[in-house]
């Protein structure tokens, strides 16, 4: 049975990946920080393994992947999904903000990847997925730490890819356009309607979807691809 880490998984994509992942006979690990009560309630209607831990601390994030590997003997799969968004014109972003959603999406990422290569390495074969998102692709506007932060995952996906490659490890990411969580609801009405009418498929997306891209991603059908970005946007970038 392969086994998967998902960071932040209590809640939104996170907890679609768990529970899709769950479904499909995977050991499934999981962190969150804050969402205690979620965490508990998926753990105990899925038998996924509970982690709390913080994405900007290494000393969670070193005690998250050994606790990982030892409920589940190892970590076959990372899925680095944790994650803040804030909107903000770069005039009023302080630096505390600015170094949150970067800690949280690049240096997180970083040091569970980190984490989990050694033992990836040895056995000669693994997935990385990074959830980034298109507006690290397009940009968003009142939301350059954000972006900034996905677009440094491109990066980072493109760079490992090639580093791991020939050890049987596979990196990629998923580019997610604005899906129906709460991370999403700031948004009016009239924003998700102005969002759809911008999106070829004339709606929003839906967690579950990025968690199958990312299901496929951790397959052995998806062995040829690495370094790519799955978009997964309902058009939106193209």
């Known amino acids: 049975m392969k086994t998967v880490l998902i960071t932040g998984g209590s809640r939104g994509i996170g907890r679609a990946m768990v529970e ?17 009560e979620a965490a508990n309630q998926l753990e105990s209607a899925c038998g996924a393994y509970a982690i709390k831990a913080d994405s900007e601390c290494e000393a969670d994030i070193i005690r998250a992947v050994n606790e990982a590997t030892e ?25 505390d903000e600015w170094n949150r959603v970067m800690n949280t999406s690049v240096t997180g990422a970083f040091l569970y990847s980190k984490c989990v290569l050694s033992q990836m390495i040895k056995k000669k074969c693994g997935r990385i997925i990074n959830i980034s998102s298109m507006w690290g692709i397009t940009g968003a506007s ?11 995952l491109i990066g980072f996906t493109k760079a490992l890819a090639k580093e791991v490659g020939p050890s049987g490890i596979t990196v990629n990411a998923i580019a997610p356009g604005v899906i129906n969580t709460e991370m999403n609801a700031s948004f009016s009405d009239d924003d998700i309607k102005a969002l759809c009418d911008e999106t070829p498929v004339c709606r929003i997306g839906e967690p579950h979807e990025i968690a199958r891209a990312a299901l496929f991603l951790a397959s052995d059908e998806s062995g040829f691809i690495t370094g790519e970005i799955m978009n997964v946007s309902g058009g939106f970038v193209v």
């Open 142 to 152: 009142c939301e350059v730490h954000y972006s900034t932060a996905k677009a440094a």
């Open 20 to 36: 899709l992942f769950i479904g499909s006979g995977y050991k499934v690990a999981f962190t969150y920080k804050n969402s205690t």
């Open 71 to 95: 409920k589940m003997g190892s970590v076959d799969v990372l899925i680095n999904n944790a994650a803040v968004s804030s909107t903000a014109l770069l005039s009023d972003i302080t630096l």
